[in-house]
T-cell receptor, first 109, second 113 residues
Framework: GQSLEQPSEVTAVEGAIVQINCTYQTSGFYGLSWYQQHDGGAPTFLSYNGLDGLEETGRFSSFLSRSDSYGYLLLQELQMKDSASYFC??????????FGKGTRLSVIA | DGGITQSPKYLFRKEGQNVTLSCEQN?????MYWYRQDPGQGLRLIYYSQIVNDFQKGDIAEGYSVSREKKESFPLTVTSAQKNPTAFYLC????????????FGPGTRLTVT
């Protein structure tokens, strides 16, 4: 089976940096994806790490360490619009993504 | 524009009635999925299909049924056997060549009273 653990809630101040961690246990590993979901909306793809290391996309970065079965999403220069739920997910070949339960990020002024 | 459409956005039904949720995609994706989302529960997989006329049960398939008669369409029926059908339902698709990125529709919020 596959399971992913991430914190349920995180609060951070506008303009700050926040890190959302994800640890996983999988039988067969292809990489780690991250999705963002605003309240009432659909999840949207943010990033994917197929290899160890840091991937940067604007204010968002994602990191993967296969040896530690661990990854994180880093959000810099936080904005109010970044308040959303963030999900880590594990693709497993051609089978569906398995999602973590999500981390609700609240950005406060 | 390519994408996934779900209709309706909001749906209200009486207990004991079957209801079908629509999902259509024009992304030419082979694989399609249905997820259910409840507060604090994340996304739970109901059914998925990787090819026309074939589909597999996900983690919470009881009380649901699907069909995949066309590549573009993957409707979900919530039957009266589903004990707690009120939820947010999300349809998704992906290219099997790019397994890490799923595209989601806007969702249907079903309320059963």
């Amino acid at each position: 089976g596959q399971s992913l653990e991430q914190p349920s809630e995180v609060t951070a101040v506008e303009g700050a940096i926040v890190q959302i961690n994800c640890t996983y246990q999988t039988s067969g590993f292809y990489g780690l994806s991250w999705y963002q979901q605003h309240d009432g909306g659909a999840p949207t793809f943010l990033s994917y790490n197929g290899l160890d290391g840091l991937e940067e996309t604007g204010r968002f970065s994602s990191f993967l360490s296969r040896s530690d079965s661990y990854g994180y999403l880093l959000l810099q220069e936080l904005q109010m619009k970044d308040s959303a739920s963030y999900f880590c997910a594990v693709p497993s070949g051609n089978t569906p993504l398995v999602f973590g339960k999500g981390t609700r990020l609240s950005v406060i002024a | 524009d390519g994408g996934i459409t779900q209709s309706p956005k909001y749906l209200f039904r009486k207990e004991g009635q079957n209801v079908t949720l629509s999902c259509e995609q024009n992304l030419n994706h082979d694989a399609m999925y249905w997820y259910r989302q409840d507060p604090g529960q994340g996304l739970r997989l109901i059914y998925y299909s990787q090819i026309v006329n074939d589909f597999q049960k996900g983690d919470i398939a009881e009380g649901y049924s699907v069909s995949r008669e066309k590549k573009e369409s993957f409707p979900l029926t919530v039957t009266s056997a589903q004990k707690n059908p009120t939820a947010f339902y999300l349809c998704a698709s992906k290219s099997l060549a790019q397994a890490y990125e799923q595209y989601f529709g806007p969702g249907t919020r079903l309320t059963v009273t």
